[in-house]
């Protein structure tokens, strides 16, 4: 793979603003309304593609719960007369691979073909079908309702689930990022064909698609299909405003739980994708906890004390602002100790900020990595979804390494003061003899 090869030498052998020097983005808006990203490479006879929409989690209501996900599932279960095996086979007979995204914000499906006209127009054609007429049956939707609410009580058994399900409602309380992605059984069990209809016609339409392609064809090609994707889709475009995230009540859940290990997750609301405090707190959490064994709560936590064998810190980025999490896992015995040091760590840092010799470690171990972000077409592919689905600018893959390097001790410890209060965390231990789970909280 001589471009990918070529491209991962330039950002290691020189500065990293070269690298949009082989990465060049297009980027057009169509009559309709979608956006396009678009980056021509003829390396290899291969398109990478994926069409993403306003359409995850955080479009839902307590009462829809699982509703956005399920439009998601079921349109490549029957679509434009195909039945799902009719799919299935048309794909593997072209040696195409098709696979879904769903998140809070966004829902969409990616397709990866072979350039070469023939494989490509089949597997086109099959997509087009999905994007643009799905079925949603009422024997699949019967059939996945069913996998789904089994899958759902079962999780509800394993304590990380627990934990992770539990903090989202106490960080979020009301507010749409705090709904189950999949859904409760009682909201799954009232959806009806219609509800998927209707949300799929508001939300799936032409004015809300961000098409993403990588691969070997030319612009006007990747004009037209795109055109061919889109063109019978819903017109218009979906007001996708969310609330702001308030500030939650610090609150520490301890639920009883058989497991020999206690899970621990600590969060707060973080960061939006738009972020002016981003590159601060990014680099910063790598020297928190961000960077494996080289991080503080690594060091303090499992190689100074050897209470856990591994914990991480992360911000998830969304519309808006996504959680900051500490997350850990130790013996039920030693929770509490784990807990507080855990807390310490993080007001220690948040007071003090990082030395300069964490910092310059850290931004040289995240701008020497970075190649590996872009090493392949599908990784290429998931940053141009994210340009486009939050309008980030074009030079966003070369303005991310120039921010990394500018950024200071002192923008850490002011961006964390200011956006991360240690006090006001909400806390959830699974694996205390406590209280059961309460999943109506909030």
């Not at 696979?99 to 070469?116: E, Y």
């Not at 994007?131 to 009422?138: G, H, N, R, S």
């Amino acid at each position: 793979m001589r471009f990918l090869q070529l491209l991962i030498i330039v950002w290691l052998g020189v500065h990293a603003q070269w690298a949009l020097a082989f990465l060049p983005i297009q980027h057009w808006q169509m009559a309709n309304g979608t956006q396009i990203y678009f980056v021509e490479n003829h390396d290899l006879p291969i398109l990478d593609l994926s069409v993403e929409f306003p359409a995850g989690s955080s479009t839902d209501t307590a009462e829809t719960s699982g509703r956005a996900s399920m439009v998601q599932r079921l349109m490549a279960m029957g679509a434009g007369g195909l039945f799902e095996d009719q799919i299935a086979e048309t794909l593997a007979d072209v040696g195409a691979e098709l696979s879904g995204s769903f998140d809070l914000d966004r829902a969409g499906l990616s397709l990866r073909t072979l350039s070469t006209q023939q494989q490509r127009v089949r597997a086109l054609d099959v997509l087009a079908k999905i994007i643009q007429q799905p079925e949603f049956a009422d024997a699949i939707l019967e059939r996945e309702r069913a996998r789904v609410i089994s899958a759902l009580k079962e999780a509800d058994t394993k304590p990380e689930v627990i934990a992770n399900r539990v903090l989202m409602k106490l960080l979020y309380g009301k507010h749409p990022y705090g709904l189950r992605g999949s859904g409760e059984p009682d909201s799954l069990t009232g959806l009806k064909r219609q509800d998927l209809v209707d949300f799929y016609r508001t939300h799936y339409t032409a004015g809300n698609a961000v098409i993403a392609m990588i691969g070997d064809i030319k612009r006007d090609e990747a004009n037209r299909i795109a055109e061919m994707l889109t063109e019978n889709l819903p017109v218009g475009k979906t007001d996708n405003h969310l609330p702001a995230v308030e500030k939650p009540e610090p609150l520490i859940q301890k639920i009883a739980h058989p497991a020999t290990q206690s899970h621990i997750l600590l969060a707060y609301p973080g960061l939006s994708r738009k972020d002016p405090d981003y590159f601060p707190l990014l680099v910063g959490n790598y020297i928190l906890g961000g960077g494996g064994f080289v991080s503080r709560l690594m060091k303090e936590i499992r190689e100074t004390r050897g209470l856990a064998y591994s914990v991480y810190s992360t911000f998830m980025p969304y519309q808006e602002k996504g959680p900051f999490e500490i997350g850990l896992q130790t013996k039920r015995e030693q929770a509490d100790e784990a807990l507080h040091l855990a807390q310490k760590t993080l007001s220690d840092f948040v007071e003090q900020g990082p030395t300069e010799e964490e910092l310059q470690a850290a931004r040289q171990n995240i701008v020497g990595g970075f190649p590996l972000r872009i090493d392949s077409n599908r990784k290429i592919l998931g940053y141009l979804g994210v340009i486009g689905f939050y309008d980030l600018p074009l030079t966003y893959l070369e303005d991310y390494v120039k921010a990394v390097e500018k950024v200071t001790v002192s923008q850490i410890k002011d961006a964390f003061q200011r956006r991360i209060d240690p006090a006001g965390m909400v806390t959830v231990v699974v694996g205390a003899e406590q209280t059961a789970p309460d999943f109506s909280c909030c």
